[in-house]
């Protein structure tokens, strides 16, 4: 494997995504507390894991996740290598192209999500996977943006790392394709977890799988609803563990977002 081959960049490019988005938020500090979920403080005083120990958390995860990468993106199987991709491109037109693009990012979004959301609620359901896994990535009440990738060293392998690898086999993206693919994933995650609801960000704008959906899975009222990840809400939807919400104003300032347990309780009835 090149140094700067695309199988190369699509292990390092991601990584490298998630701590330049997660240093952004971290730099934006208390300018933007008014658009905050929860009180700066409450990082400190709720949260059951500290920051170092996220941090080197989060680096094991990817430690792995690359080491996987790098045994998938060296099997034998020309299908996996870029020179198929490459040929296509030449050979197809530009709206050809694109479109079979969508078509894999389509794929490989569906094979993740259904792989998710089936193993994070399992994870909820059963009493000893979330005591002894699950339970690492729930010691951040208050989740910040370096968090997203905090889990127990099985759970980052099984949901993230192994649901990623069968999403890129699922899909038959090339690596090239999936450098865009997991960046994408990647930023989103780290959205889900900042903590910030700000004005205009594309992904509360694109998804109603948001930071502030996401943060309503991580308040303890929450923690039976809102499986669904990265993308959308469907399963969610589907199998009766939807939380509406609300975001309003915080009394003291900054925003909350309000699970409306009302109006979950009647779904889960009519399922």
Not at 235 to 252: A, S
Request: proline share 4%.
């Amino acid at each position: 494997m090149e140094l700067f081959s695309d199988e190369a960049l699509a292990i390092v490019v991601p990584i490298l995504v998630y701590w330049v988005y997660s240093a952004m938020y971290v730099a934006l500090g208390q300018s933007m507390d008014k658009y905050r979920l929860h009180p700066r403080k409450e990082e400190d005083s709720k949260n059951l894991v500290s920051k170092r120990d996220v941090v080197m958390g989060v680096l094991l995860q990817q430690l792995v996740q690359a080491a996987v990468a790098t045994v998938i993106f060296t099997l034998p199987a020309g299908d996996i290598s870029s020179a198929p991709y490459d040929k296509y491109m030449k050979g197809s037109s530009s709206s050809t192209s694109y479109l079979n693009l969508a078509r894999q990012f389509t794929v490989a979004m569906a094979v993740l999500d259904g792989w998710q959301y089936a193993w994070h609620r399992y994870m909820h359901t059963n009493r000893f996977l979330y005591r002894h896994v699950h339970s690492w990535h729930h010691r951040l009440v208050v989740p910040y943006a370096f968090g997203a990738q905090y889990n127990h060293p099985a759970e980052g392998l099984l949901l993230d790392t192994l649901g990623g690898a069968l999403a890129f086999l699922a899909s038959g993206m090339s690596p090239r394709a999936s450098i865009i693919f997991f960046s994408l994933c990647t930023a989103k995650g780290v959205d889900d977890h900042c903590g910030l609801w700000l004005p205009g960000n594309v992904f509360h704008l694109c998804f109603w799988n948001n930071t502030a959906y996401h943060d309503v899975h991580h308040q303890l009222r929450g923690s039976r609803f809102n499986f669904s990840q990265p993308f959308f809400v469907t399963w969610d939807k589907v199998f009766g563990t939807h939380m509406p919400y609300v975001v309003e104003e915080r009394p003291g300032g900054g925003l909350q977002a309000r699970p409306l347990l009302n109006s979950a309780a009647s779904d889960n009835r009519k399922n």
